[in-house]
């Protein structure tokens, strides 16, 4: 049983429209990181949020905090065939260092 | 380039046999974890290292698991009498020695028993 819940499971798109996957959890944590991962490869991280209600832009992509840091989503404004992969969100409870992972977000993005 | 060297990318083993992975290290961090993923998951805590210290187990981890960090540095991950449900991607993490919680990831090992 993984602590945090992503969804959707799948999503596919088409090039140019936006997209937002969330993440949710019942349990609160000190920080919060996404990840992107492609075939074969390992997770790349793409950025932490630490503060409740913290908003994070990196370029087309905003990373939102809940409030109560139990929480997060990730929204692609315009999305890019580059964008396609497994979209992976990782919470780190509060006194420890680990990650909790959840199941990810395959994204596809068609051009 | 994450900073972090996994070996073999791949292995294919027949079940019952025994198996080893190699996590390297490019920089000094001194926390280093493994991870194992299977198909439409996402990671699973296996267990991590602070320096040369085992620190935590998972309870994924059976007695045919075992991991070593000898020098504080590389560290390895033997799987013994492999089963089928050992096929997964062995992912090796770093976390830095300034207590932030970013991990850094190995391309990982696939691992598949046939």
């Known amino acids: 049983t993984q602590l945090l819940e992503q969804s959707p499971q799948f999503l596919s798109i088409q090039e140019g429209e936006n997209l937002t996957v969330y993440c949710n959890s019942s349990s609160v944590f000190s920080s919060l990181q996404w990840y992107r991962q492609e075939p074969g490869e390992g997770p790349v991280l793409l950025v932490t949020v630490v503060t409740g209600g913290e908003v994070k832009k990196l370029k087309r992509l905003t990373f939102q905090f809940g409030d109560a840091r139990k929480d997060s989503s990730l929204h692609i404004t315009a999305a890019q065939p580059g964008d396609t992969g497994l979209y992976l969100c990782?919470?780190?409870?509060?006194?420890?260092?680990?990650?909790?992972f959840g199941a990810g977000t395959t994204v596809t993005v068609r051009a | 380039d994450t900073g972090v060297s996994q070996n073999p990318r791949h292995k294919i083993t027949k079940r019952g046999q025994n198996v080893t992975f190699r996590c390297d290290p490019i920089s000094e961090h001194n926390r280093l974890y493994w991870y194992r993923q299977t198909l439409g998951q996402g990671p699973e805590f296996l267990t991590y290292?602070?320096?040369?210290?085992?620190?935590?187990k998972s309870r994924l981890l059976s007695d045919r698991f075992s991991a070593e960090r000898p020098k504080g540095s590389f560290s390895t991950l033997e799987i013994q009498r492999t089963e089928q449900g050992d096929s997964a991607m062995y992912l090796c993490a770093l976390q830095t020695s300034q207590g932030g919680t970013e991990a850094f990831f190995g391309q990982g090992t696939r691992l598949t028993v046939v």
């Open positions: 990782a919470g780190v409870p509060p006194y420890d260092y680990k990650l909790s």
């Open positions: 290292f602070q320096n040369e210290a085992q620190l935590e």
